[in-house]
């Protein structure tokens, strides 16, 4: 009996086995017609591994489910395999980097990357955590790989197959070149591997991904109504065409409730142009759009001013990640764009970056519906800028210019709402 793998081809898990296979001159066959979510789903499946998880390989023994399990199975049916390396102390450290992969690579890009597809829960602060966690890890992996091409020896090991396969997902997924350029010997290794004749004729061509994905969006399925029963052709009654009119007529649609800021009184400010005005200014910013204009346009009876300051910046140590985190907030703000204006810098060189920002609401407060809908408001304090203070003043022109340096630190980068 030929040894069966039960998996897809592109599966990331399935792949250990195969390029295993190929490096041990060892013939797997992957089963026929198989499909995610239907085959792994059948009696015979669930036989060989009760929790339908995959891949399983068919053996004439039996079968073997866990994807590292199988690996080692395949690479262990060529005697004296350099896969496990030549030594005890080989073997050991082969076992030590395929656990790492599992735990500290495979883990944390999965903690990463599956919330954001829809496959769980997707937290913000979790998310934060996981990749915290994961560059904990690349960044370990980058030191031992400095002065070394392989994990393990002078050779491909066991250990290098599992780890390419689990940051294939990274690379390919979410971990875009702006993430990885920080680990450069991780970097180098990885396209190393998967340029290797065995491994490309698995892989294929692997492009690394231009972006991250965006947090997949799920809409409650709405029920649907049972099918009315069709009334039989003989108990139809001619019917007058105002009796028909009466049956058909809906109750016409209420009116969406006005937005409360809608019915403030009308403002001298009109928000759009203060938008056009900012965004067509090219040079002397200053003296042309703030000087010249904005304090001029502004309306203390319509809209308010507040500077915010996000309240952990003690956490923000990773660059991209505070960026981020930056971005979701402002996308999150979307539902108040026709009501607002805001300017979000990030400060500092190097971690810890400090988050703060100006924000021009209408209305004399904060309004209500973006506290109740946007839950990162509750992430800052917020502090209601006093025009009356030449110093409040001199920090909002200072913010909307995005001057640099700002309050005695390099700005990281500066984003705007509009």
Partial sequence: MALVLHASSTNKNAIKALITAEYSGIKIELAKGFEMGVSNKTPAFLKMNPIGKVPVLETPDGPIFESNAIARYVARLKADNPLYGSSLIDYGHIEQWIN?????????????LYPRLGYGLYLPPAEEAGITALKRALEALNIHLASKT???????????????????????????????CQFPHVERYFWTLVNQPNFKKIFGDVKQAESIPPVASKKPAQPKEPAKPKP????????????????????????KPKNPLDLLPPSKMILDDWKRLYSNTKTNFREVAIKGRFWDMYDPEGYSLWFCEYKYNDENKVSFVTLNKVSGFLQRMDLARKYAFGKMLVIGSEGPFKVKGLWLFRGTEIPQFIIDECYDMELYDWTKVDINDEAHKERVNQMIEDAEPFEGEPLLDAKCFK
């Fill in 150 to 180: 392989y994990l393990v020896g002078h050779e491909i090991t066991l250990a290098d197959i599992v780890m390419a396969c689990n940051l294939s997902i990274g690379f390919k997924a979410i971990m875009t070149k702006s993430f990885t």
């Fill in 100 to 112: 790492f992969s599992a735990n500290e690579i495979d883990a944390n890009i999965g903690r990463w």
């Fill in 232 to 255: 039989k052709e003989e108990a139809k009654k001619a019917v007058k065409p105002k009796e028909v009119a009466e049956e058909e007529e809906e109750e016409a649609p209420k009116p």
